[in-house]
């Protein structure tokens, strides 16, 4: 029933005496307890709970040790670590190479921008793209004053 006891004490970094005391028992009762030679009772189920601040479910739950459940959040954290690197790269490469064409890479920017603005992507992600959407509007202005202003001058040498 509760298997998961001395794993998650000794996650807890607690000694079967520093629980002992803790729940006013001895420490050969902790020890009965995570050896399943007996059980604690409701009371010390709840102070046990407390103690190692988990829900008693968790305690009760027979599905998976409270180490599994752990590597198995570990892993799902290093997976959305990976997606989290793998989208800023590409949305970066996407947004450089969008540069080139100034009016799609100034439209790129601002979406890129507006779009990842909930604070989770790097700090400097967020300044690549305002550089991006600033070198753009730059761009546009160059083009423009080249078209509009520049138009029928011939340079006499």
Request: charged share 15%.
């Amino acid at each position: 029933m509760l298997n998961n006891l001395k794993t998650i004490r000794e996650s807890k970094g607690m000694s079967q005496e520093f629980v002992a005391k803790a729940l006013n028992v001895s420490r050969q009762s902790v020890s009965k307890w995570e050896n399943n030679k007996a059980l604690p009772d409701i009371e010390n189920i709840k102070l046990l709970s407390q103690l190692y601040q988990i829900s008693i479910d968790e305690m009760l739950n027979n599905d998976l040790s409270f180490e599994e459940k752990s590597k198995t959040s570990e892993n799902t954290i290093n997976i959305e670590n990976a997606n989290m690197y793998f989208s800023v790269c590409l949305l970066s490469i996407i947004l450089i190479a969008s540069s080139f064409i100034s009016l799609i890479g100034f439209i790129a920017a601002i979406i890129i921008l507006l779009k990842t603005w909930n604070g989770k992507y790097p700090f400097c992600f967020y300044i690549l793209c305002i550089a991006c959407a600033i070198l753009d509007i730059f761009n546009i202005g160059v083009f423009l004053n080249s078209l509009l202003f520049h138009i029928g001058i011939a340079v006499v040498q």
